[in-house]
């Protein structure tokens, strides 16, 4: 598989440029390029730059427009309800993040339910920023506006979207932990990566449309399905426990708020994310950070103690791998595959920015 590597500092650039040149603001588009290339710094290619082409897709289809504006439906605190009105995702949940972490801060914690945003990108962008301003986080977002991909247990069909789950605490004068996952046991961005790449995906991730375990990621993309054959699906993590989180992230999120639910036939090509977090400041519950900080580090000490399966292979926390990989890619740059990066060319080139360039 041909790839290149770029530096993080020309991505930004191109993603900012390109966003800019659809007709967004600066500010938008430099938040945006700053989500989409730390994806990739942190290693989770399939939320990076790679997404772009299919939001300007969604911008070219007339469905996400730079004139969506979200619109506040409830600041009572503890509540925070947010209309985000299908405006450009990153932006949209990093401000109400900000917003419901302000409040969290004021009265200790924060409800926010954002309805409605375009592709809100990797949920973790967000514990970590609720992490920063030394808040606990934990976030369930649903992903609507495309066809069901996720099989709930035991099924041969989807019903479910990746459906993430993201929690993160905080360690005063630490590294945050930051949990955060998709609850199919591989993101469908991830799946997207292997199409573009041509290699199969590991045993036991998919199923093919008549509910047989299969390797190809094919089958989890209509566009890449045989003629007459049916879009397979992904299987959810950890069996009843992952679909289970699924259900309950499509319901908190979405479901109970009436925003854009999975099973609403998708009208547009969007991917539209709803977000359903609370904020919580821990000082409310242990005031001294000395002592918040002493228990936190030494059970993370406790657990990256235990002897590793495979000694070449440290036992790790939630969050390190990541930390590791922006330092990795830091310094050795940013792998992009030749498939991702000529849809990224043609995708600036529709807006006159020569990617090349960068
Ligand atoms: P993943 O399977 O790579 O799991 C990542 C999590 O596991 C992180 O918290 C990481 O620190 C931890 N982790 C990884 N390896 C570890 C190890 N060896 N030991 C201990 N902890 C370890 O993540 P994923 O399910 O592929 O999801 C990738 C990204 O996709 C996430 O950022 C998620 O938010 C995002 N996502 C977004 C959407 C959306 O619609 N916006 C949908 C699905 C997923």
Known sequence: MAYRTHSPQSLR?????????????????????EHLVLANL???????IGMLPLYFQSLADGNLSPASRPQTRLDAAPFLIIDAGVALGQPAARNAVEQAATMAKTGGVAILNLLDAHHIGRIGHYAEAAAAQGLISLFWVNVAGRP????PHGA???????????IGIPVPGGDPIILDFATSRMAHGKARVALN???????????????????????????????GEALGALLPFGDHKGAGLSLIAELLSAGLM?????????????????LFGILIDP?????????RKERTESYLAFVRAARPQDAADPVLTPGEKERAMRIERGAAGI??????WSQIRAAAAAHGVDAERY
């Open 197 to 227: 790449k041509g290699v199969a995906v590991p045993p036991g991730f998919i199923i093919d449309g008549e509910g047989r375990p299969t390797t190809e990621p094919r089958h989890v993309f209509p566009h890449a399905l045989a003629q």
């Open 13 to 33: 650039a191109l993603v900012q440029d390109m966003i800019v040149a659809a007709g967004w603001s600066a500010e938008a588009a430099a938040e945006t390029a």
């Open 148 to 151: 069901p991909i996720v099989a």
């Open 335 to 340: 792998p992009l595959d030749d498939e991702s």
């Open 42 to 48: 942190s290693g989770h290619d399939s939320h990076g």
């Open 283 to 291: 000082a409310r519950l242990e005031p001294s950070e000395a002592l």
């Open 156 to 166: 041969k069909e989807a019903r479910f979207g990746t459906n993430p789950h993201a």
């Open 258 to 274: 009436g925003a854009a639910r999975i099973d609403q036939k998708p009208a547009k090509s969007w991917i539209i994310n709803s």
